[in-house]
């Protein structure tokens, strides 16, 4: 609880119900059995205070909203596009449902969640290939064939987040082989494999006007999920959030309707291979 509530339920009910030191604050037995009923009654606070936003007709609020790094990344990019709507805070989380704060919320995840009773909306996807620097793509035909790019030196995360389905797929091309280096953020493997050190996943947005780099593979489909907003039930009114929401799904769109990277310039041995079908 709110150290301002305990100590306002204090002076109202005439009971301690923390001890105080140097240590920080314990509950008392008087507090411990009724904090139970002390957090029903700020989640019930909490949730008159969300249902009230819905009834704001100005677009003045912060929403925040939590996303994976490649999804705050491409948002990143289009805040320009909410100059005269709502204020956003963007953070980047693995959350999987959204907080009960005082700040309306939006998660943006990867794939449509398994369970929870948060609005759900589809807002996109982001395709990804495999690239490197141009010397991975000498004296090939390009896109590289699986056996081709499996002989590669890649790059990974790190071990805390091998259970990104990134790394997972990852795992499967390299073999048992272990990465040339693992980096935590896409950043970092943007840096790495400009400097030539492996190849990388990365979405496409970002990898293709990256000068230093060369697209080895096609889109990997096996990777292309939906991403899906969610959203408190309580919010489903709030016009903060329903304007967040649909400028969440148009930073996807422009992502998606993104034109073909320029064909790769023939040097250094670099050929084009012709893929059946196009």
Do not use: K
């Amino acid at each position: 609880l709110d150290q301002a509530i305990g100590t306002a339920l204090e002076a109202d009910l005439g009971l301690a119900l923390f001890d105080r030191d140097h240590d920080g604050h314990q509950l008392t037995a008087a507090g411990a059995e009724l904090l139970p009923e002390a957090r029903a009654v700020e989640t019930a606070a909490l949730r008159v205070e969300r249902r009230s936003y819905g009834l704001i007709e100005r677009l003045a609020e912060t929403v925040r909203v939590g996303a994976g790094e490649w999804a705050a990344m491409l948002l990143a990019r289009g805040l320009a596009g909410l100059a005269d709507g709502p204020h956003v805070e963007l953070a980047v989380t693995g959350a999987a449902a959204p907080t009960a704060g005082r700040t309306p919320e939006i998660l943006v995840r990867h794939g449509l969640p398994e369970a929870g009773d948060g609005l759900t909306r589809r807002v996109g996807s982001l395709g990804c290939a495999i690239y490197g620097a141009p010397a991975f793509a000498d004296g090939r035909a390009l896109p590289l064939v699986p056996a081709e790019l499996a002989i590669l030196p890649w790059l990974g995360f790190v071990e805390e987040q091998e259970h990104y389905v990134t790394m997972r797929w990852l795992q499967e091309q390299m073999r048992g082989r272990p990465p040339a280096a693992r980096l935590m953020r896409t950043d970092l493997m943007i840096a790495a494999a400009v400097g030539g050190i492996g190849v990388a996943v990365l979405p496409c947005f970002l990898g293709d006007p990256e000068p230093g780099l060369v697209q080895l593979s096609t889109p990997i489909e096996a990777l292309r999920a939906d991403y899906w907003a969610i959203a408190h039930p309580d919010l489903s009114r709030n016009p903060s959030v329903r304007t967040v929401a649909t400028w969440i799904s148009d930073c996807f769109r422009s992502a998606e309707r993104a034109p073909e990277p320029a064909s790769v310039p023939l040097r250094s041995g670099i050929r084009e291979r012709t893929v059946p079908g196009t």
